[in-house]
Nanobody
Framework: QVQLVQSGGGLVQPGGSLRLSCAAS????????MSWVRQAPGKPLEWGSAINTGGDRTDYSDSVKCRFTISRDNDKNTLYLQMNSLRPEDTAVYYC???????????????????WGQGTQVTVSS
């Protein structure tokens, strides 16, 4: 069965860095786009970043652009999110999400995913 197992996250001071990982199994990882989506307390899900099947195309929301980097290793079936210059407003539960297509021309909060990771808490606080 499809599994997305996340690791990483935790507590970090403002300006710090964290890396999230998402280990995929049960499907052909290299055949679908993947995303990171987050949910802050009391707020709806917010799409943050996406990467195509080959890893050579990425897209980011304005809120994380130039600070976060999404990447993937298809040999290891693993998705990554490198988060730099973290801010208190980045505090959220972060989810990796499996898409059903290789890439989309438009990424936003309305994209529907068929599988999700278990979620990882990221807290940015001094």
């Amino acid at each position: 069965q499809v599994q997305l197992v996340q690791s990483g996250g935790g507590l970090v001071q403002p300006g710090g860095s964290l890396r999230l990982s998402c280990a995929a199994s049960g499907f052909r990882f290299s055949s679908v786009a993947m995303s990171w989506v987050r949910q802050a307390p009391g707020k709806p899900l917010e799409w943050g970043s996406a990467i195509n099947t080959g890893g050579d195309r990425t897209d980011y929301s304005d809120s994380v652009k130039c600070r976060f980097t999404i990447s993937r290793d298809n040999d290891k079936n693993t998705l990554y999110l490198q988060m730099n210059s973290l801010r208190p407003e980045d505090t959220a539960v972060y989810y990796c999400a499996k898409d059903t297509v290789r890439w989309r021309m438009l990424w936003n909060d309305r994209v529907k995913y068929d599988y999700w990771g278990q979620g990882t808490q990221v807290t940015v606080s001094s």
